[in-house]
Structures are given as C-alpha cells and as structure tokens.
C-alpha cells in the first residue's frame, strides 16, 4: 500500500498519476476493513484455551484519592461521566470500604471479574454475552438485543447499559459502543490479543502504587500465580463458586 | 358482537393508547432509555412490571377452558373460547410491551433465531410463541364442526400443561436469579402460577361481564359467582405463596436485611407491599369474593376483581423493583460507598412514557380481545341461569 501510495505521490505522467491516485484512493478505502478482519482474524487465532487472563489486586497498595485506573479504562475504552451518574457507565470503579467490625478503611477497582462460571453468560437469551476460550468475558455487540437479563443476574453489578447516543468524538476502534446494548469491562482484549496489559494495570503502575497484577493464571511461572501461589488471596462472593479471574489480596 | 356506536368508541379509545404507547416507545428509541426513569441500577422498570403481568395473566385466563374441556365442568364450556381468545390476546399484549423495552428492538429477529438454551429466557421465547400456536389451535378445535371430543380434549391437555410450564419460566427468570437477595428463590415458580391463576381469571371475569353488560347478554349469576369464589381461593393462595416466600428468606441470615427492607423500612415499596399488595390487592378482596350476598351484587365481583389486578400490578412492582433498589452485598460486614450506588438504596421515579407504555400493552390486549369478538363466533348466545346446568357446575 505504501508503495502505491508514494508512487501516486511522485507522479511521472499525467495518466499515470491519475490511475495510480485512484488505486491509491480505493486501496485507502478498502485497506481498514481488511486490516479490521485480518486483526480479527489474528486476534480470535490468538484465543488460547491454554491462557486465563485474570487480575490480582491488592488492596494494600490502592489508595482511596486514586481513580488513575478508572480514568485510564475510560479515556482507553470511549465511556465517559457525562453528568448523569445514575445512567452513565461505568466499565471499573473505585468502591470504599470500612469493616463495620473493626472500622479499618480501604479502597478497590471494581469490574467485570471474568468469571469461570458467569452468570451473565448463563442468562443471556441470543448468547450476546459469551466466554472467550482464554476466560475473558465480552457483549458481542452484534446480538444483544438490550434486555438487560445480564445485569440482573450479575453479581458484581458490573455491567452498563448504554442508555443514550454515543457522541462521534467518544467512539474508538478498541471498544465498539452503542446505544441500547450492554457492556462492560473487556479486560482490554484489543490490548490483550497484541501481547499487552490492560490500560488500568499499566496506569496504576504508573502512579507508583503497583495495585493490579495482570497475568495468565494457567502458567504457573506467572508473576500472578506465584504471588497467589505464595500469599492469601480472595474472590468475590466467593459463596456463589463463580471462580472469577480478578481476586483480592489483602481485603 | 353487533356493531354499535359503543363497540367502535372503545376500539377508538383503545387505540388512542396504543398510539400513546407507539409515540412512547420512538421517542424513547430516538433518545435512548435515558429519557426513561430507569439506571443502571433499576434496569428493569414499569414497562416490565406491565409486560409479565400481561403474560402471567394470559396464561391464568385460559383456566376457564380448562376447567371446561380437561376437567370436563360442563358450565365453563360455553366460554371456553373467550378465555382461550383473551389469554393469547394478554400475551400479546405482555410480548408487545416486553419486546419494545428492548434497548434494540429492531434486533428481535436475532432473539428468534439465535438462542442460548441455558437461558430460561430463551426457552420463554419458545414457551411463548408455542403458547399462541397450541391456544390459537385449540380455539380453532373449539370453533370448528365436526372435532372429536377426544381430540378437543387432548389438545385442551397440552394447552393446559404448557401455560403451567409457561408460568414457570415466567417464575424462574427471577426465581433462577442468585446474586440479588429479593430473587434466587425457588418457590417463584410455583408462586407465579397462582398469581396467574388470580389474575387470569380476574381479567376474565372483568371482560366477561364487561361484554356482557355491552352487548346486552346475560352473564348466569351462578356461575359467575362460582368463578367469583374460585378467584377468592386462588387470592387466597397468592398470599399464602407471598407469605411463604418472606418467611423463608427471614429464615436465611444473609436475606434478613432485605427482608427488613420490604415488611418495614423500605418506605414507598413496604408501603405498596401491605397497603397494595396484602391489603388491598389481597385482604379486602377476599373479604367481598367470600361476602355472603356476593350473588345479589355484581359490583362487588368487579369492585374485587379490579382490586386482584391493581395488587397483581403492586405486588410485581414490589418483586421487580424493590428487589432491584436494594443493593447486591458483595461486601458483607463492609459500609460501602462508590461512584455507582454501592451499597445504598436506588432510586427510582418511572416516567409518564414507561406508564403510557404499560397501558398501551393493556389497551392492546383489550383491542385484540374486542375485535376477536367482533369478527369470531366467541361469545355463548345466552348464558343465562336457566341456560347453565347446575350439574356441570359441581
């Protein structure tokens, strides 16, 4: 594409460059739909069932004046705090809390926590809501009619539904968004699929706190197994047996 | 029915909320639900309440075929076809509502044609559209010379056992539900088929004597009291379903809290669960279907009736939504505050739009049920007490 692209540019003879401008012109036009499906087609290559992607937060480390993660997957993902709180989306958030029993205070990301056994999954009537092979759990945009039967039955109330028009400025290629549907955290697949780490794991290392640890929980040689191999952990309504991909140290 | 001034001024009213309810749901399409009251939290609205109580309805009004063609009561026969016309023209009404809530209605084709057979959803779709195919089949046996009894019955079986299912996955789509403390119980199924049993057969007996007092028939007081007592008996196991349900999750230590919030702090929904649900739609019901002079006063069978839907309406609104403000405890033993409601009691103020929504889906049923009549051989000629034999009552 390259090459026709500056061989247009340079034009040696005025037919030619014509030609060359409209192949130029229709290579453009074409070239990110195939880009899109030649990435789509890597990506679901990529899907390992050998992989569970998962997170370990550890609640020591996460300060309550700190949203960078909620920020981070906001300006990654195109969700924005539009002024409506009770309607506005929310793919993570920062949730405080004091033991009633001993009054000790700390604060945590919440999100989507990729379960084993997701009930979202389970209730879905068209499938919408479907396991990827590596644990990550996604809204296949395509299908979901808007019934909202998954954030009924989710645990976690980590779901959003989209309830008005997404403005041009806020859409991004890494999240497809629409209004009616119901989404929620992606656990950055874009990122993930191309060998990266989820935008709220790199900005919360970037403040220096190190509270999330994203990793494969299947290879026991990862950074976030060992350290839940080495140290106590938790799960979320752990007495529901969802076996989720996000768990706690330190709660 | 004959044509007259006041047949085609109800279908005129009736078709000026159905049009209400078609400008409802563009705007709300155009704009998004954000012009409705419901969040992120409250996911599930008036338009639902609505829609499962049309459909757990149209399944409780075909009691009456039943009742005439599988338990071979004689007396019920002669309105076996209104019933079986009213209870495919409630789910109508309830799938209308249902499907236009949707965030993507224009997307209902993949709701038909991509299923998901884990979910209870999904099967209701099947169950559904199944339930018009097998009532609309037995209405035409009913309607049709020369159909053997036996095959009337058969099929008036099937109608009979699918509506149970029906119910049941009606019941099970929050009875099936794990993380909210107000659902995750069995005894809903079980639970919604009285209540369709209730409501059915309240909205029969409405449009029963509402036709009858339009079209100048006679409505056979006998029997309509018999209808009135059985409805009384089925208010009756309604609350007794209702009571069971709080009891036991009072009984499990983790649901107590919620329970605390619907039978005493929970303000707007403790107040609609003993003054509309128990009280009215329960208590005083049962005191004017179980009155001694029920046969000499028809008001008091439609006074009743009403007051069963109006606490029908309450107690689904009781269900869905105080089941949905409450917050899911994901932190037991922890105060919790966070940006999304965390922890802290929803709120929700339903719009005139979700409202509009709701009674177009009644306004539907009713203008379904209406032109059925007009243009179908529905109603008994006469059905006066010297036309109703006694013994196909008993």
């Given at each position: 594409m390259n090459k026709i692209v500056q061989s247009s540019e340079k034009g040696a003879e005025i037919n030619r460059r014509g030609f060359l401008a409209r192949a130029a012109a229709a290579t453009l036009a074409v070239v990110p739909g195939v880009t899109l499906s030649l990435y789509g087609s890597q990506a679901s290559a990529q899907v390992n069932a050998g992989n569970r992607w998962g997170l370990l937060i550890d609640v020591n480390k996460c300060?309550?004046?700190?949203?960078s993660c909620v920020t981070a997957c906001s300006n990654e993902n195109?969700?924005?705090?539009?002024?409506?709180p009770e309607t506005d989306p929310q793919w993570i958030r920062k949730v405080d809390l004091k033991?009633?029993?001993?009054g000790r205070e700390v604060s945590l990301p919440m999100m989507c926590?990729?379960?084993?056994?997701?009930p979202c999954v389970d209730v879905c009537p068209t499938g919408a809501s479907f396991k990827r092979a590596d644990g990550i759990v996604l809204v296949d945009k395509h299908i979901c009619?808007?019934?909202r039967y998954c954030m009924m039955a989710c645990p976690y109330k980590a779901r959003s539904f989209v309830h008005e028009e997404v403005p041009e400025e806020d859409k991004t290629v890494n999240a497809p968004r629409g209004k009616g549907t119901v989404e929620s955290c992606t656990l950055c697949v874009h990122r993930v699929d191309r060998g990266d780490i989820p935008a709220c794991a790199i900005a919360c290392g970037e403040t220096g706190n190190g509270a999330i640890l994203f990793g494969?929980?299947?290879?026991?040689?990862?950074e976030i197994s060992i350290q839940l191999a080495t140290y106590q952990s938790s799960a979320l309504r752990?007495?529901?047996?969802?076996?989720?991909g996000v768990r706690y140290q330190n709660r | 029915m004959r044509s007259t001034p006041q047949l085609w001024g109800l279908l005129v009213l009736l078709g000026a909320f159905i049009a209400a309810a078609g400008a409802a749901v563009l705007y709300i399409e155009h704009y998004?639900?954000?012009?409705?009251?419901?969040t992120n939290q409250v996911v599930w609205g008036v338009p639902h309440v609505f829609a499962i109580f049309l459909i757990v309805a149209a399944s409780g009004a075909l009691n009456v075929s039943s009742i005439g063609?599988?338990?071979?009561?004689?007396?019920?026969k002669p309105t076996a076809r209104l019933s079986g016309l009213l209870a495919m023209a409630l789910l109508i009404g309830g799938l209308a509502v249902l499907v236009l809530d949707l965030?993507?209605?224009?997307?209902l084709v993949i709701s038909m044609t991509t299923?998901?057979?884990?979910s209870i959803f999904a099967w209701n779709m099947l169950l559904y559209t199944g339930f018009l195919g097998i009532v609309g089949a037995y209405l035409y046996a009913q309607m049709?010379?020369?159909?053997?009894s036996f095959a009337l019955k058969s099929i008036g079986l099937v109608a009979f056992l699918w509506r149970l299912a029906l119910t049941t996955g009606t019941g099970s789509i929050f009875g099936?539900?794990?993380?909210?403390p107000g659902y995750d119980a069995g005894i809903m199924a079980p639970m919604f088929i009285g209540m369709s049993f209730s409501f059915g057969l309240a909205m029969f007996m409405l449009v029963m004597i509402g036709t009858c007092t339009m079209t100048r028939r006679v409505y056979s007081v006998e029997l309509r009291t018999r209808q009135a007592r059985l409805l009384g008996l089925f208010v009756a196991v309604v609350l007794f379903f209702s009571g069971i349900q709080h009891l036991s999750n009072l009984y499990v230590a983790e649901h107590a809290a919620y329970e605390r919030f619907i039978?005493?702090?929970?303000g707007i929904y403790t107040l609609l669960f003993w003054?509309?649900?128990?009280?009215?739609?329960g208590l005083v019901p049962l005191a004017l279907l179980f009155h001694p002079k029920l046969d000499r006063k028809k008001s008091l069978v439609v006074i009743a009736a009403l007051l069963v839907l109006f606490g029908g309406l309450v107690q689904l609104y009781v269900i869905l939504v105080g089941g949905q403000v409450y917050p899911m405890e994901?932190?037991?033993?922890y105060a919790v505050t966070s940006s999304f409601y965390d922890g802290t009691i929803a709120n929700y103020t339903p719009t005139m739009r979700e409202f509009m929504l709701g009674f177009g889906g009644i306004a539907l049923t009713l203008a379904v049920t209406t032109l059925g009549m007009k243009f179908l051989r529905?109603?008994?000629?006469n059905l006066s007490d010297a036309n109703v034999d006694p013994s196909g009552l008993e």
């Open positions: 300060r309550s004046d700190c949203n195109g969700w924005k705090d539009t002024g409506n033991d009633l029993a001993t926590q990729h379960c084993e056994s997701p009619i808007g019934c494969d929980l299947m290879d026991p040689n990862s752990d007495d529901l047996r969802l076996n989720p | 998004g639900h954000i012009v409705t009251g419901m063609s599988v338990f071979g009561k004689q007396a019920y965030g993507r209605p224009d997307r299923y998901n057979f884990k049709a010379r020369g159909v053997p099936w539900l794990v993380a909210r039978l005493l702090e929970g003054g509309g649900q128990v009280f009215l739609g994901i932190f037991p033993g529905i109603l008994p000629v």
